[in-house]
């Protein structure tokens, strides 16, 4: 199952339980208030229906016709009918619901399953002039309040109006769900078409999904991307090198074939000597040839000794002096003292080079480079500060991913990879690396390092 099938179907499955528990429990507490309200209801009808009942015996003055009206107006469920007699069992006035509802209220057939189902019992109660009968009421009534007509008519539209809800709320979570889980599916797929392709060089720049989880495995497999492209070019580099140096044993052994087949050479010890040393030259080329496909270390270990890093830094920049000199660029070294510190003498070198390089790329001719640093134990600042073009603040959000090239910079030469290893290099020291820049108006790059 597609996780975009099951999340629509965990989402659609939360928002049911939902529903149903909130339902049950509103659809409880409303038909108990309802229910209650019912019963209120009757017993005030009943107490107004009994001093009603009062007032007439002690009259003499009312119709039949009178009581009767008085009378209907307290036929109120579960109230179905109101008799009353006098002492001597005369009948005063006798009303009904049934007289009450005009034909054609109700449909015929909901009627007949309503009287169907419910189910009737008559009230007496005794009326007395102090200690004398004065008379009796007969009160017919619904066995219970809640069994009424209008009580399950009401549950029944209680439960209509929840069975709506409850298919609205699923149509709403069934249509945002599918928005949901489309994009989430969307970003895994691209996500796994970007892992399928690491292997084929695709170099397209990737847009990270706004899913934290997924985000994070996106910048893991452009992590993974650029290290193993780093590891293929530098393997490459090394294979080159070392199929060109078996040219010359290749050479040597061959002449000497040649010589020996055509009697120029005479096969003597000291002549044997020299191809077998030609022959253990190319066992140890193709060992190293071995340890250049060897995919299990991917990173230089980390080595770290105390040294003097004035030192370290006057032998880069007499290092890349001349090549400043050629382009018109003044390199300059603002401080010299003495900074003794414990750390990786070749990966922060290599990150220097690399942060002097991409000034060197990005600096005009006639330009300037400043190197500068600063130590206050047990931190080491760096600063590279150049006159160059400047980085727009677009950029600057992924100017250390690997391959990133700005638009604008495309016709200057490099792969995008300097200033992410500068940066991968110093994150394994415990430092970092901070950029301060403006279009135009040069930038600042500053090491900051634990030593």
Not at 316 to 324: A, N
Request: glycine content about 6%; charged content about 25%; hydrophobic content about 40%.
């Amino acid at each position: 199952m597609t996780i975009r099938r099951q999340w629509l179907l965990v989402l659609i499955l939360t928002a049911v339980i939902a529903v149903i528990v909130n339902s049950a429990i509103l659809g409880t507490l409303i038909n108990r208030y309802f229910v209650s309200y019912t019963e209120e209801s009757y017993d005030m009808h009943i107490d107004r229906i009994t001093e009603l009942a009062v007032g007439i015996l002690n009259e003499e003055n009312y119709t039949r016709e009178q009581i009767a009206l008085q009378l209907k107006t307290h036929l109120v469920e579960p109230i179905t009918a109101v008799e009353l007699f006098d002492a001597n069992g005369n009948a005063l006035a006798g009303v009904s619901s049934i007289d009450k509802h005009p034909e054609g209220m109700m449909d015929g057939r909901m009627m007949d399953l309503m009287m169907g189902v419910l189910r009737e019992e008559t009230e007496t109660i005794d009326i007395f002039d102090g200690d004398t009968l004065a008379g009796v009421l007969y009160i017919t009534k619904y066995t219970a309040a809640g069994n009424s007509i209008s009580s399950r008519l009401f549950g029944s539209v209680l439960i209509i109006n929840i069975l709506m809800s409850f298919g609205i709320v699923i149509l709403f979570v069934v249509f945002i769900g599918i928005h949901i889980s489309k994009k989430m599916s969307s970003d895994l797929i691209e996500t796994a078409a970007r892992a399928a392709s690491i292997d084929l060089g695709d170099n397209d720049r990737v847009t990270y999904s706004g899913v934290k989880e997924i985000k994070v495995i996106q910048q893991s497999l452009e992590s993974q991307r650029a290290r193993l492209r780093l590891k293929q070019k530098a393997r490459k580099k090394l294979t080159d090198e070392l199929m060109h140096q078996t040219g010359t044993p290749l050479t040597i052994i061959r002449n000497h074939i040649e010589a020996f087949r055509d009697g120029v050479i005479e096969i003597k010890p000291e002549q044997l000597d020299t191809c077998e040393d030609q022959i253990q030259i190319l066992a140890r080329i193709i060992a190293d040839m071995g340890r250049a496909i060897d995919i299990q270390k991917e990173t230089a270990e980390v080595r770290m000794e105390e040294f003097d890093f004035s030192q370290l830094i006057k032998q880069i920049r007499d290092g890349l002096k001349v090549q400043f000199e050629r382009k018109d660029l003044e390199l300059l070294l603002a401080n010299n003292e003495k900074a003794v510190i414990f750390s990786d003498k070749y990966l922060l070198s290599q990150s220097i080079y690399n942060l002097l390089t991409n000034s060197y790329k990005f600096t005009p001719s006639g330009g300037k480079v400043e190197i500068s640093y600063t130590i206050d134990h047990p931190i080491l600042l760096i600063s590279v500060k150049d006159s160059g073009i400047g980085i727009s603040a677009q950029d600057l959000p992924e100017l250390f991913e690997a391959y990133f090239r700005a638009v604008d910079a495309s016709d200057i030469p490099g792969e995008g990879l300097g200033l992410y290893i500068a940066m991968d290099n110093v994150k394994r020291l415990g430092g970092d690396i901070y950029v301060e820049s403006e279009k135009g108006h040069g930038s600042k790059f500053t090491i900051k390092l634990p030593v």
